[in-house]
């Protein structure tokens, strides 16, 4: 069972200690909007039970998200792994800032409940709207709209009987969602749909490699190749491969000049792009491709580097 802590609780142990640790596990974007003060940001997809593990070696770790459904989720994911020492803040961080708890603001972003209803919505009235033609159409639009309804109906009725939403936790891998800064633009929420639509299609045609691990440590060795860390900063720190070069996909989103990129890329090497779980480093392949460099994204994220016998570093 997982263990809450009312925000009052948190703001009394606040006060008695500067160690606290807090773990916020919402979107870089949500946390940028409005956060706890001394809330760090580790989004719920990218949680790493090595790195909870070595905080809670110090004390409790406290998780916290906008009402106390993910960071609940968060609990759960760390009890699985055999974490027993985390908590869970109720009520999330509107609770926290009402109790008293200092918090940071920032730009205004659209919350992961919202863009969930707005995407559903969309498909399912883009499906409606197909439904509409006949089936004795070229094509048979009429089954494709009908199936599409269907099929996000279906994944509705599954997100609340299992409290697990798949299409939540593919808009939290959005660029959107992934930066506090400019990337998470009004324009970008306004064209919500059209964007999600066109990630979708980009998702589908970026494929991961088929090169084994073996071949990519063969690969470096040789120096023929070289591994890309495409996560964030604050990930690097928590621990990274030997040798690798750190480039977050923030930053590759944000635009990286051809100059800057072949400081520390040379088009005359493989690279072999990873992130945590296999996500990320599709987005920054197609980034890295439009500048010639022949790039593999690896599905094997950094906990499977790690288990495959890459030697790593804790630190910057």
């Known amino acids: 069972m997982v263990a809450t802590v009312s925000p009052a609780t948190l703001a009394d142990l606040r006060r008695r200690s500067d160690r606290l640790t807090l773990i916020d596990v919402r979107t870089p974007a949500e946390y940028g909007e409005v956060h706890v003060d001394f809330a760090r940001n580790i989004p719920l997809d990218r ?37 027993d020492k985390v908590v869970s803040v109720e009520g999330g961080t509107a609770a926290c800032e009402a109790a008293g708890l200092p918090v940071v603001r920032g730009r205004k972003a659209m919350s992961l409940e919202r863009q969930v209803r707005i995407a559903a919505g969309t498909l399912v009235a883009i499906g409606a709207a197909l439904a509409a033609f006949g089936p004795n159409a070229p094509v048979n639009w009429q ?46 929420r306004l064209l919500l749909a059209g964007l999600l639509a066109s990630s979708l299609a980009g998702q589908a045609s970026a494929q991961h490699t088929k090169d084994s691990l073996d071949i990519v440590k063969q690969g470096v060795a040789e120096q023929k190749a070289l591994i ?7 990930e690097w720190k928590d621990g990274h491969v030997v040798g690798a070069v750190s480039l977050p996909l923030s930053t590759l989103e944000r635009g990286v000049s051809p100059e800057q990129l072949a400081r520390v890329l040379p088009k005359d090497k493989i690279v072999y792009v990873h992130c945590l779980a296999g996500g990320r480093c599709l987005a920054a392949a197609k980034i890295l491709q439009k500048s010639g460099y022949d790039v593999r994204p690896l599905k094997p994220g950094y906990p499977d580097l790690t288990r495959a016998g890459f030697p790593t570093f804790v630190g910057p």
Not at 47 to 74: M, N
Request: proline share 3%; charged share 15%; glycine share 12%.
């Open 47 to 83: 949680l790493d039970h090595q790195t909870i593990a070595s905080l809670a070696a110090e004390g409790p770790v406290y998780f916290v998200c906008k009402s106390g459904g993910r960071s609940q989720k968060a609990c759960e994911k760390m009890l699985a792994a055999g974490i």
């Open 143 to 188: 089954a494709i709209g009908t199936g599409l309804a269907g099929f996000i109906g279906c994944g509705l009725v599954f997100a609340g009987v299992t409290d697990t939403c798949g299409m939540a936790m593919l808009l939290a891998r959005m660029p959107w969602n992934q930066a506090a800064t400019s990337s998470a633009t009004s324009c970008s």
């Open 228 to 234: 890309v860390d495409c996560r964030e900063p604050d």
